[in-house]
């Protein structure tokens, strides 16, 4: 069977123009409704812009548009979520944003989860306590990863940072295990297959989740 292509002309000037920025706006606004009532919209819409164009390929074209804005919804819904988890992580344990979302995205690429990574934070933040009230094992705990614990109290996204770095370093075995455990809890095991994708250096996480867009400023996540 012959194939038949068929060539789509479309002719306009200045008047075309400004309908065309209208249907746009018409396209932007629906992309804020329902899919359902935004059909009309986009078909008025893509009526305008295309012309004598029959009427299937209107309704094909409207369908197309529809589920792109559908997408857009989503991914903008889904980054306003993220930053959201991610403020409210930050309020909770005293990370930095940065650092909360670059930890976000390898410990999901290693095959786990968010809660997860700020069920081990809590563990460092109630290591870090214990060694402000005096516990002797902690702060041995804590010296041992290169931690100062009174600084800890201050600054526990560099504490938590340099915990990181100095497990990360520790050849793959028994002492490596017990480092994890002695500063996260029984949880820490976990955290190691993590460390391996970034070698423990965080700064070099923050660097690949900025290349992959992960990082939200805080006016971003303010505005979400």
Request: charge should be positive; charged fraction near 25%; avoid cysteine.
């Amino acid at each position: 069977m012959a194939e038949r292509v068929i060539t789509i002309k479309i002719k306009v000037d200045d008047k075309d123009v400004d309908k065309t920025i209208a249907s746009v706006r018409r396209l932007e606004s629906a992309a804020k409704s329902s899919a359902d009532g935004g059909v009309s919209v986009l078909k008025n819409a893509i009526s305008s812009m295309t012309g004598n164009l029959a009427a299937d390929i209107v309704q094909n074209f409207s369908r197309y548009l529809i589920e792109a804005a559908k997408a857009s919804y989503q991914l903008a819904t889904s980054v306003a979520d993220m930053a959201k988890r991610l403020d409210n992580a930050k309020a909770r344990t005293g990370l930095s944003l940065e650092t909360l979302a670059a930890l976000k995205h390898e410990v999901e690429a290693a095959g786990g989860s968010f809660d997860q990574m700020q069920s081990i934070i809590a563990q460092f933040q109630k290591k870090i306590g214990d060694a402000a009230d005096g516990s002797k094992r902690a702060t041995a705990d804590l010296k041992r990863l290169g931690v100062e614990p009174a600084k800890a109290v201050n600054d526990l996204d560099g504490a938590f940072r340099e915990a990181l770095k100095t497990i990360g370093k520790l050849p793959p075995g028994v002492a490596r295990t017990n480092a994890a455990i002695a500063a996260f809890g029984q949880e820490g095991a976990k955290l190691l297959p993590v460390l391996d994708r970034f070698n423990g250096d965080v700064d070099e996480a923050v660097k690949r989740a900025k290349e992959l867009g992960l990082i939200l400023g805080q006016d971003a996540v303010n505005a979400s």
